[in-house]
């Protein structure tokens, strides 16, 4: 057995609001909404106090950004070979694409 990680998939670390985090396994083709239901389906033990009722609300954070729920992993060129760090909140619905351009506009 060998400690590599197969090149074919994307490791990520998941970081909670309240700093735990958990590493998973996903392939290139998953979705936000993918990785979602999987942490979901299997959500960590130690993680009982921020658990949450529906998939639907988990949101991921990459980059300072909220991934949209049919972005895919390979979509956001991941390197390979490495863990990649992300956010995971719970969060009801996505702020708007351009809600920060709206700010600068405001200020103009």
Known sequence: MTSQRDPGTVSLRLILVSGKTQDFTFSPNDSAT?????????????????????PSILRLIFQGRFLHGNV???ALKLPPGRTTVM?????????????????NREKA
């Open 34 to 54: 993918d990785i979602a239901r999987h942490v979901f389906e299997n959500w960590p033990a130690g993680w009982e106090e921020e658990s949450v009722s529906s």
């Open 72 to 74: 895919t992993l390979g």
């Open 87 to 103: 956010h995971l909140v719970a969060r009801e619905t996505l702020p708007e694409p351009n809600s920060h351009g709206q700010r």
